[in-house]
């Protein structure tokens, strides 16, 4: 089954109408968890293949019972256990080959079950949990297929609120107009945008090879190393959107994963646009309690900012080693860590050396804002390099510029970005200027109607011709 | 309230409480509807402005011995993706700049068979491999050399046309065949009634019943707006092969070993080539087999990666047999375009037909084939003499 495709929305439906048969509790767990169970299913055949996964679960309930329980000297082994078996079940690369299991097994959702499963554990230990999490309770949160593949992360609490509260969320013509449009636009962005953008890429990279002309060559290592990032989020923030739009049809409300990224003047905001639920894990798991302790270790107020510095690098350090496998996603890691760190540093010295009230001024001026969120843009496209290519692909990269040439397109990228950018600020900005009925025209509900049927027609025709036959030889003058 | 519900209501309080104007319940549908007419109706207007097509044939003419065209008519056509072409064709009705009377003493004729790449479909006639071969081998061999295009269309009905090219007494007949000519299969009755056209009547287009279904999937068939996005689409041929492989019986051609339904295909054809072969041998005519490849064909050739079991160059082996076995000679246009880098770029994307820049690979290579004694008329020519540049 296609990620964002026509199977998937066939069999959303088919389980959102079943879902909704009845009210009930507990027809709504056991038609989640069935449909939850059946979508891994598409994934193997094989029973045996799901039996490393059915582990981690299994582990992960136990978990939460020990903790539940109040056997709180077994909390860090538990989370000790839970990372090493994430990590050996993932195959991460620094790990010898020898160790890993040998026959196929399913992996899918692995990385989002992980983070359900520790924030079930740690905060059980913490006594923020409800006691009453029941089998079933938890495989369908841990399995919602909804989040499996890719997210969003949810809180435990939020989930049980809906799907175990007596009133379910309410599914009037309202929502299910809202619902089906975020499923629509999240289609287009993902078999339409997601799907021409990976075409530029793709076909810049092979030019590359062949173009012996230093011009187009540039030209392509421009688009080669630009392109990803939009690639990146329609692809992702697209099936979010589907998924967001599927679960609420199924009463359920998913968190926001995304908030227009790409407007954010600096790497730090862009983290709490991007991937939302994921930075607030880490904030809340990782960030937290790594800056409490180190403030306990090092109580003095005068650190206080560079241990802010030295938490974000560690947070986001692992959020790159948490993306892949492989050892290039460690200089991934260390990228974003830098981006997130460096901009820290320079927020509390900026602050210091030229007073908070003036460093607040110039950030909120216009220019200042243009260049700012062009070099976000530049360093997030620079740091995604380590993200969609291996060792090999980044050796090639590199033999095919001369250095200066590398500089021109990195240049290029940063101002390209900044003035287009700040284009589709100013040019969204004026559209929503255009008032009608005391809202904008745009998010009236009669453009918004007319705009998803126009996603739907040019997203319908793009899969359907994607997926059927390319045209034979046509007689038409015979 | 319970916590819990003030909770929902704050999260979602539009959803809560707003109803949907009834006005709505038809309004909105009625936006949806406007929007896609208003689509379908501008974008088909600005791609038929764009992309012009004018391909009714009033020279064309369908009767027992399959199509034709009329005496001395003169069409001017154009293809959405090609360039307007002016299709004249002779006292015979063969597309040829010369008259297919009695040829000059001391001349040499050609006759062209095949279905529309051997009347060089959407090519202007100096442009067609078929002009670039007749005034290369003029030059070549010092000698006026006359081309008579004679058409067919599935190669029941090359076969029935060997009487009117015999009767034009030819040098040689050379037999243009490509992958899509042998996809339909040939209907045995009609195989067993080849030299008889009379007793297999012509099957008339019977007038369709158009079902709403039948009638969306025609028009967007026929859509301009479709034909355009396709176009942009299968320019990626990474996109095109992969939709192109899962077509089932037509990519089987290229898929190890070939299905009894391809093979079946080619002892048909083998058949015929045989008839054909010995009608024109007993006349002293040689006969010529050129494979033409398809698009297809052509972007497999220069994959860098080939999907398991599958072959591009099994179309021009199951010929180059078919034509050794029966005394033919044979061009390699498969092989000829296997050593061109993206051969597929020589292919129109929609419409499959060859480009005028794939019609000089296709003289070339005719041209290097008539030279090499195995056709008396241009032994003599030559060898060493320049062919055709390619582009």
Redesign the interface.
Known sequence: MGSASFDLLAYAAAVVIVFNVSKSIAWRQFVLLAASIAFLGFFSLHPLAFLPLAAFLGFGFIGLRVMQAGKTRAFVPLLIIGIVAFVWLKKYAFLPGSLFLHHPYVTLGLSYIFFRVLHLIIDAHSGDLPKEITLVSYLNYTLNFTTLVSGPIQRYEEFAEMQLGSVPLPLNIIVVGQALERIIIGFFKVNVLSFFLSIIQTRALNSLASTPARGPQVLAGILIAGVYPLYLYCNFSGYIDIVIGIARLLRIELPENFDRPFSSDNFITFWSRWHITLSNWLKTYVYNPLLMASMRRWPSPAVAPLLGVFAFFVTFFLVGLWHGQTSVFIVFGVLLGLGMSVTKLYQVLMAKWIGRKQYRELTGHWLYNVFTRGLTFTWFTFSLLWFWSNWAQLAFLARSFRPREIALIWITIFLGSSVILALWEAVREWLLSFQWGGQPLLLSRYFRTAWCTALVVIGAATVMLLNGPAPEVVYKAI | MSK??R??AA??P???T???PKR?YI??PL??L???LV?FGVSEVLTRMVWTEQ?V?PC?VRDDMG?HHKANCTVR?K?AEAQWVTYHYNECGYRSATSCGTKPPGSARIATLG??VS?G?YIPYEEAYFSLTSSELSRICNRIVDVQNV?G?GPINVYRKLQEVLALKPDVVLYLV?P?DL?QQIDPKELAERDNPARTPTKTAAKPTLSPMKWLERTLTESRT?LV??RF??Q?T???LR??M??GD?ADLFRQPLTPAWQRRFAHFDLIIGDMAAKLRAAGVPLVIIAVP?R?EAALLSSKQLPPNVDPFAFGRQIEMIASRQGAGYVDLVEAFSHISNSENLFYV????VTPEGQIVIAKNIVQKLQDGSVPAFSHCALSQSAPEEH
Do not use: K, W
Not at chain 2, 350 to 353: A, C, L
């Open positions: 819990r519900e909770n929902l999260r979602s539009t959803c809560q707003a109803r949907l709505d309004l909105l936006i949806s406007l929007t896609i689509m391909e044939d064309s199509n056509m293809n279905a529309s009347m479909l058409e269309t490509s899509f996809e479709v996005y396709q689409l299968f990626n990474d996109i095109f939709l192109y899962t077509y037509n398809s297809p929609v419409n499959g037909h």
